[in-house]
């Protein structure tokens, strides 16, 4: 699904991402994980498209198709979802307004008939339960005077209307509490399917005790470093950043497993 | 960031202007120049009666000592009045159109061209048209519909024949012939405009509107437009506004004034889009305007909704005279200006009755080189126990090339007076557009989303058809204002 090459990617003239590989498959869960300044969230923001994050080098493919040729709603159209660190608030546009607008644009890209109002209100409905999301946030201006944790529920909540197949949550658990945490993981659970895949950015094991991953990735410097499965989470909330903070790539793979 | 943010946001395009074609009819048109003979000579061309003429030309010496204001926050070279044409109309054939089938059928297509058609079944059913082509109005529909509740609604030049002592008991009683330099100009070569007059007791069963085209080259238009509501009658009427693209500056300097009798409501609605002139400033219209309503009686009630996109220039304060005791005053308006488009606009509101109430809320949209300004005065008279009034102003600034500016006087000379303002000034960011695209909504998509979210409450206001006209407008004016 998700075909990452080499990928260098600099913010105005600083290279953060030092050359990227990364395979995704349909259905499957990747967490990414590293320190602060790892690159994390430039690597979320180059796949969805943000301007200001330069491509240097390397290539994405995303069903086949090159990503990074995309503008971002095309990506979006395509079903690439990013679920923001700091969802943004804009003043006087209604969130359920907001988001049939968002939704037409993706069905309309798809070739499939724009939603009326009824039956969207139906279909928001069920979705809302997911998260738990209280009505009254949908009448509301996008994420405007919202709390942290309902503006990450609202997140989830966009993602499970607009149904992307590549969904990537850039420190989707930062600043919620363990109640609000469960609820999210919750609703991204919901969500997991065979031909859905997910791409979990978190600085802390802590949200993938409820997001179980297939993979996990270590970040470092702009480079991965290491790869393993869901138990590699665990090792690194043991042995902390540092443990790998420091060596090459080179130094890091010639370690034993465990060590 | 910052970098980007400008190189997205500030990629200003030169979008079209839809309405900037020009119609190829026979014009009637007088050559430059203003002197007490081209008075005589527009008076004498609109067979107007001796008392008519007497008024221009006072006014028109009272012109000739007064100097060109320069408190606006606006900048132009000088305009050469003596370049201007004071009259130009399609030339009638015969005596002059009868009936619609006797249009210049160019005329009629350049109406349909610009969305209203002038034939009544092909009209938007419950609005009625006065459609004013340079100089002359050349068709008013449903006429004869509104007669029927006993409503005038005709062309300003008809008014002064058919209906004079209405005219001159209310011309100038609002915005006097020595108001300030453009409204004594426009008293003294004022050319059309709409006349309504709504008789006590009546509820204006459609929406009134008048439709002001630009055409002729190097002419001014210069209309006038005068609307009484009499004892508990209701109107609400809108002015819809265009004109060719030219390289040239026009002049454009309107008065409008509004009485508003005892428990009488006029609701005034008007969408501005003459052109702005091109994407480096050249050409677009000056528009030199002086609006003003008075609540002549208690519990009257006068609001103003402006939706101003066009023009190179906007001076333009449409206000109310709250005499009446619980009279109301509303002032909604949104402001856009892009390019190097200057808009110096805003409203007074003078309290003189007891318990009179205002209320302004201002939307300045600015991009690319725009310049906007909010100038407003409140003024809370001696006699004006529990006078209240609420302000808003919000700007909005896209891109950083542009400016916003807001002067709120306030005048209050009597202590029981209540008084609000709010001011907000906000920027759409890089972020939300980003936040936007992300949702599968394109880039102008979202700015008119954020846009027409930022005006909601001045939308709101507008008759239905209208509101929706005027999201579609701003959307359009919006084309390439950003990435």
Known sequence: ?259 | MQTTETSTIEQFAAQDYKFGFVTDVEQETFPPGLNEETIARLSAKKGEPEWMLEWRLKAYRHWLNQTEPTWANVHYSPIDYQAISYYAGPKPKGSGPKSLEEVDPEILKTYEKLGIPLHERAILAGVAVDAVFDSVSVATTFKEKLAEVGIIFCSFSEAIRNHPELVQEHMGSVVPYTDNYFATLNAAVFSDGSFVYVPKGVRCPMELSTYFRINARNSGQFERTLIIADEGAYVSYLEGCTAPMRDENQLHAAVVELVARKDATIKYSTVQNWYPGDENGKGGIYNFVTKRGKCDGANAKISWTQVETGSAITWKYPSVILKGDHSVGEFYSVALTKGYQQADTGTKMIHIGKNTKSTIVSKGISAGHGQNTYRGSVRILKGADNARNFSQCDSMLIGDQCGAHTFPYIDVQNPTARMEHEATTSKIGEDQIFYCNQRGISTEDAVSMIVNGFCKEVFRELPMEFAVEAQKLLAVNLEGSVG
């Open chain 1, 1 to 259: 699904m998700l075909e990452i090459k080499n990928l260098h990617a600099s913010v105005e003239g600083n290279e953060i991402l030092k050359g990227i590989d990364l395979t995704v498959r349909p259905g499957e869960v990747h967490a990414i994980m590293g320190p602060n300044g790892s690159g994390k969230s430039t690597l979320a923001r180059v796949l969805a498209g943000q301007e200001a994050y330069v491509v240097t080098a390397g290539q994405a493919t995303y069903d086949g198709k090159d990503l990074l040729e995309m503008d971002p709603e095309d990506r979006a159209r395509e079903g690439v979802f990013m679920a923001f660190q700091y969802p943004v608030e804009i003043p006087g546009v209604g969130n359920t307004y907001f988001l049939k607008a968002a939704l037409n644009a993706v069905r309309k890209h798809r070739g499939l008939q724009e939603m009326d109002a009824i039956e969207f209100l139906k279909m928001v409905r069920g979705k809302m339960k997911l998260v738990q999301m209280d009505e009254t946030l949908l009448n509301r201006p996008v994420n405007e005077g919202f709390s942290g944790g309902e503006k990450k529920r609202n997140e989830i909540f966009h993602m499970a209307v607009l149904e992307p197949r590549l969904c990537i949550l850039d420190e989707t658990d930062s600043g919620l509490d363990i109640d609000a945490l469960r609820i999210v993981a919750d609703g991204v659970n919901a969500l997991r399917a065979k031909d859905r895949s997910f791409l979990v950015i978190t600085h802390y094991q802590r949200l993938l005790n409820y997001i179980v991953p297939d993979y996990v990735h270590v970040l470092v410097d702009g480079r991965i470093v290491r790869s393993g499965g869901k138990e590699l989470a665990l090792e690194l909330e043991e042995k902390g950043y540092s443990w790998l903070e420091g060596m090459t790539p080179e130094q890091i793979a010639a370690q034993p497993v465990g060590a």
